[in-house]
T-cell receptor, first 117, second 114 residues
C-alpha cells in the first residue's frame, strides 16, 4: 500500500461547478500538506500549503486537513476551464535541516481534472 | 532570473549510452530532488540531496548516479541508459528548515531511450 492514495480520475465537470479532490494517507507522522497543480507538459506548481489540521482558503481554492481521519481535500469553487490540469497532493513529516532526511515529500498519483465550458 | 532550470529539455539517446541531465537553482535552497514521472506511476523519487555533498537514495535509484558539489547544481547521470528509463524527469528544490518542506519544480526533461 502506498503511503498516499489519490483517485486518478479522470474527473470532468462543467464550468462553475464545485470540485472536490481528495487524498488519504497512512503515516500519522505527516504534518505538512500540499497541493500541486500540473498543466500538460509542464512541471508541478505549488498551489496550497497547510500545516497540521484545519482549513486554508486562497481565492477559489480551499484546502482541508483532517488528521484524525488521515484525509485531505482540495475544493475549487466556481471552477473554470483554466483549472483543467492534474492535481497532486503531497505531504511531509517534517521541515528538515541540513543533513536531515525529513525534507522528502510523499506524493499521490494525481487526479486529472477537466472543466468544460 | 531566479528559479530552477533544467537542461536539456528534450533528449533522445540510445541504449547503453551515458546521459547527464542538468539542474540549476538560484534560490540557494538546501534540498534538491530528482523525480521521474510515468503514466500509471505518478512522481517517483530517484535521489535527493539535503545539502552540498549529502545525497541519498529515493524509491527508484537503480541505474542513476547523482552528485552535488555546489548548492545550486544537482546533475543526474544515467550511466548506461535503458529503454525503461524513457520518462519525464523533474528536478525540484526546497528550503528545508529555513522555510518549509515544500518544493519548487523545474520544467522537466523529456528523455527517450531508443
Amino acid at each position: 500500500q502506498k503511503e498516499v492514495e489519490q483517485d486518478p480520475g479522470p474527473l470532468s465537470v462543467p464550468e462553475g461547478a464545485i470540485v472536490s479532490l481528495n487524498c488519504t494517507y497512512s503515516n500519522s507522522a505527516f504534518q505538512y500538506f500540499m497541493w500541486y497543480r500540473q498543466y500538460s507538459r509542464k512541471g508541478p506548481e505549488l498551489l496550497m500549503y497547510t500545516y497540521s489540521s484545519g482549513n486554508k482558503e486562497d481565492g477559489r481554492f480551499t484546502a482541508q486537513v483532517d488528521k484524525s481521519s488521515k484525509y485531505i481535500s482540495l475544493f475549487i469553487r466556481d471552477s473554470q476551464p483554466s483549472d483543467s490540469a492534474t492535481y497532486l497532493c503531497a505531504m511531509s513529516a517534517g521541515v528538515g535541516s541540513r543533513g536531515s532526511t525529513l525534507g522528502r515529500l510523499y506524493f499521490g498519483r494525481g487526479t486529472q481534472l477537466t472543466v468544460w465550458p | 532570473d531566479a528559479g530552477i532550470t533544467q537542461s536539456p529539455r528534450y533528449k533522445i539517446t540510445e541504449t547503453g549510452r551515458q546521459v547527464t541531465l542538468m539542474c540549476h537553482q538560484t534560490w540557494s535552497h538546501s534540498y534538491m530532488f530528482w523525480y521521474r514521472q510515468d503514466l500509471g506511476h505518478g512522481l517517483r523519487l530517484i535521489y535527493y540531496s539535503a545539502a552540498a555533498d549529502i545525497t541519498d537514495k529515493g524509491e527508484v535509484p537503480d541505474g542513476y548516479v547523482v552528485s552535488r558539489s555546489k548548492t545550486e547544481n544537482f546533475p543526474l547521470t544515467l550511466e548506461s541508459a535503458t529503454r525503461s528509463q524513457t520518462s519525464v524527469y523533474f528536478c525540484a528544490s526546497g528550503p528545508g528548515a529555513s522555510g518549509g518542506p515544500y518544493q519548487f519544480f523545474g520544467p522537466g526533461t523529456r528523455l527517450t531511450v531508443l
